[in-house]
């Protein structure tokens, strides 16, 4: 039987989602959690790969297991025995075939800044004292949506058969002291959104033009793009599926 896991956590204390030999992971810390608790090995398969220190407020693994198991009791050892920076909310069994990273229909991100310094936020956002031009940033943000080549924002080693995204909402909003950048896209490449918001991030100090940044998605060229933001901002926060 095959069982999906919904999950959030903390990504501070991770070396990102993927299992490193010499690094502590969210995925190895939930394959030992579930192998001793069920008596059996186990591997979660991710619904993606947060990196190093990027938190996620909703992500999704699946695994297999022979015996059928009470959900409500598992779901509560679970959050027992792990460490309090990740949370089980629910375990929903599903057909076979069901896999939480190719069935995956759209991935939401978020990426946080923080205006004012606030030592309460420091590993949970990216503090930004710069003044930004948040209209012309988000008018830049909906230039993304006429594209699907985002080669330029990808991580230049990496192994994919395309660079095509299909970007479906891509905005910034600011509340009091807090800007959010909220972008959902049918996949992303390798550090993407942090890649897109470094660029903005440009377009917001009047360092490169909304010309400029047209440029920058036509060359297909990591080096015209901006700088990567720092992980800690950024979070998945939300995950869809035409059967949950």
Same mark, same amino acid.
């Given at each position: ?32 959690? %579930?192998?001793?608790? /069920? @008596? *059996? ?5 991710? &619904? ?5 220190? $990027? +938190? ?17 009791? %598992?779901?509560?050892? /679970? @959050? *027992? ?5 990740? &949370? ?5 069994? $599903? +057909? ?97 959104v942090r890649a897109i918001v ?27 793009a901006g700088f990567s933001v ?15």
């Open positions: 039987m095959r069982y999906f896991i919904h999950l959030a956590y903390n990504g501070t204390h991770y070396h990102g989602w993927q299992f490193q030999p010499n690094a502590s992971s969210v995925q190895e810390t939930l394959n030992k959690s %579930l192998s001793v608790l /069920l @008596n *059996s090995e186990i591997n979660v398969m991710g &619904a993606g790969r947060t990196d190093t220190g $990027v +938190h996620a407020e909703e992500m999704y693994g699946h695994f297999d297991l022979e015996k059928s198991i009470d959900i409500p009791v %598992l779901v509560h050892k /679970l @959050n *027992s025995y792990l460490p309090k920076d990740i &949370a089980v909310y629910n375990l929903i069994q $599903v +057909h076979d075939d069901a896999h939480c990273r190719f069935d995956a229909v759209k991935r939401t991100y978020e990426y946080h800044i923080n205006t004012i310094k606030n030592p309460f936020l420091e590993e949970l956002s990216w503090y930004v004292n710069q003044k930004l031009d948040i209209d012309l940033m988000n008018e830049a943000a909906k230039i993304l949506l006429k594209h699907t080549d985002f080669q330029c924002f990808s991580k230049v080693n990496t192994d994919v058969n395309t660079f095509d995204c299909t970007i479906f909402e891509a905005y910034w909003k600011q509340e009091n002291n807090k800007l959010v950048f909220t972008i959902s896209a049918n996949r992303f490449l390798r550090n993407m470094g660029t903005l991030i440009n377009i917001g100090l009047h360092k490169i033009t909304l010309a400029d940044f047209e440029d920058i998605i036509a060359s297909k060229n990591r080096e015209k720092p992980a800690h901002g950024l979070y998945l926060t939300k995950i869809y599926y035409d059967y949950l």
